[in-house]
């Protein structure tokens, strides 16, 4: 499943499993990811998607499986263990703190001091004007509690975010599903440039033509397990909604646990 | 003033009073002119009450208000850190039962242990004794936020028990005896003739402080030219500036036009061996060390909340912890800290507390949680978390204080005070209530 064997992926999935109460959300996916590489997780609602890279960017703990980082098993407990490992998430529920302004919110957990290690205000609002301004030129209200933004603007405030830290591994839970045309255009751009810095991106879409724009490769799950994996040059879009929908694994495809037998 | 251009918009919108167009130029919130005009009722009322119930309006006199000044100092301080619990969507009922517990322990340091050691009177005995409480709070507040953060048990049961187990556990300390009188520099802390700066230093503290307030305004008005923000029209500024050093310079006025008691008085004109006979001397109180404590403790919380990355994720955490914790804050940690902040600033209200009384009693601080999360709400502090700010908790302990002591004056008794707080506690939160949903 890997396209060369020669590159240590830069995250590599394991075996992870993770239950809530009686539901096996995730159960023993393994998916890896290569530098400058885009790889798209798809599935029906509750395939189990989110809680797969929630795990990865420390929101919840697994169960059992393993993570390793450029080869070397990575321990991620929290957030926190995730970002010291360049991973940065933009999450499907847009976690921004309402009541504090867009500024702010990019730099929260980061905050740029000044030498007397107040808050650095004018540095943080400088940078976040210029990381804004490439992702949603049209943004201004950078003073403003993000609660006053609409659906679209707190969007790009968290893609803004994620990637203001130069981030090696970037997770991105149905970045565009918010954004009028001509951000998801700018987002689909900001992908091209990412991957050129060798940076490797997860994203989750129910966009399949979206996916086949941007992805290297795709993930399918299904009910928490891994259906099969596929280029997007060796695949059809239907081959992949046969994945997603039946469990389907046509034979471009390597095929995971969870691939339906049946046909 | 090119720049006035660039006004807060108050041409934009047409056919607004001239008050509405007032408050939008100079910014302030209806909320802090609510708390204005609430003080305003309370000390006029109950002023007008004495003078016609009892021949005496004993309110509105440099005397009561210096007292008042004094007794909001204890509240107002432990106010400013429920401000940052409430923010979290915590709640510390314990305050009152640690601020026992630390009175009771400074005392016994400082009356019965070191005294031994040192001898009686030395001067290092205050220091070490406020070091003391206000270090014994602080564990006692990181052990309740250890408790809710990472055992996860909630704030109100955590510091339930609290306040049942340290008033009990004050009680144990001295079996239940009153412990007087404290050191004497000790006490200076709680106010009274010698526990106040006089005439020349309160004006210093009020130039101090009226050059303070120029430059904020100064300060602000580049920032937001640096940050493209619309500008305060000048009036505006003209108007705050002025309001804010009159308001300043009259309270300096204030508390020095209280003078010293004649017995004082005499004492000082026998220890100094003047000649000019007591009745002649003029000596002012002047701002009161409790008051001083309380004014440098906004000062450093308004810093802290709103200049440092903690106060930062206070914010953050109270409007949505999840988001916090997902941004890579340490959100418990945070916690911690949080709670031990209360329990130091409880501390600091024990020192207040029983340097002015002289003494730890048992019953010290009895009900202060009741006035402190009081105080908070009606500054603005709302339970939904995320929201409140310190200058807020202190005028909201400004006006709880004001209702008990003209309470006290035209001679209500206990119970029915009791019965007042509780329910402007509840008819606070029941105000904030609607004026949040107003203000979606
Ligand atoms: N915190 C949780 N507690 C309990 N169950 C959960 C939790 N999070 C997810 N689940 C369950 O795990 C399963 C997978 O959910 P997940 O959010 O990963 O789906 P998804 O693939 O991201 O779906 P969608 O396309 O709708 O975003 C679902 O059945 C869901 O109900
Ligand atoms: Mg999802």
Known sequence: ?263 | MSDTTQTTGAAKVENEGAFTRFLRATEIDARLLGMIAALVVIWVGFHLYGKIANGYGAFLTARNLWNLSVQTASIGVMATGMVLIIVTRHIDLSVGSILGFCAMSMAIIQVWILPEFLGLGHPLIWPIAVLCGLLIGCLIGAFHGFLVAYLGIPAFIVTLGGLLVWRGAAFLLARGETISPVDATFAKLGGGPYGSIGSLGSWIVGAIACAALVWLLFNGRTQRRRFKFPLRPMWAEMFLGGTGSAIILGTVLLVNSYPWPIGIVRQYVAANNLQTPAEEIFKSHGFAIPVLILIAVGVAMTFLTTRTRFGRYVFAIGGNPEAAELAGINTRWVTVKIFAIMGTLAGLSAVISSARLNSATNNLGTLDELYVIAAAVIGGTSFAGGIGTIYGAILGALVMQSLQTGMVLIGFDAAIQQMVVGSVLVVAVWIDTIYRRRAK
């Open chain 1, 1 to 263: 499943m890997s396209k060369d064997n020669k590159v240590t992926p830069l995250v590599e999935i394991k075996d992870l499993s993770i239950a809530f109460g009686g539901i096996k959300a995730v159960d023993h996916a393994s998916v890896d990811l290569y530098p400058g590489e885009v790889v798209a997780i798809l599935g029906h609602n509750g395939a189990g998607k989110s809680t797969l890279i929630k795990i990865l960017s420390g929101a919840y703990k697994r169960d059992s499986g393993t993570i390793l980082v450029d080869g070397k098993e990575a321990d991620i407990n929290n957030p926190r263990d995730a970002k010291k490992y360049g991973i940065e998430t933009i999450y499907q529920t847009l976690a921004v703190a309402d009541n504090v302004d867009a500024a702010a919110n990019l730099f929260l957990g980061r905050e740029v001091l000044t030498n007397w290690g107040t808050l650095d205000d004018v540095a943080m609002e400088a940078q976040a004007r210029k990381v804004m301004g490439r992702l949603n030129p049209n943004f201004q209200r950078f003073k403003e509690p993000v609660s006053k933004l609409s659906g679209g603007q707190r969007q790009s405030v968290a893609i803004a975010r994620a990637i203001l830290f130069n981030a090696r591994i970037l997770i991105m839970d149905e970045p565009t599903a918010a954004l009028g045309p001509q951000e998801t255009e700018q987002v689909g751009q900001l992908i091209h440039r990412l991957k050129e810095d060798g940076i490797g991106i997860f994203l989750i879409s129910h966009d399949i033509h979206d996916v086949f724009d941007l992805a290297d490769r795709v993930a399918v799950m299904k009910n928490g397990q891994m259906v099969g994996y596929a280029r997007t040059k060796d695949v059809t879009k239907d081959e992949v909604l046969g994945m997603i929908i039946l469990g389907k694994c046509p034979p471009a495809a390597t095929p995971g646990p969870g691939a339906s037998t049946d046909f």
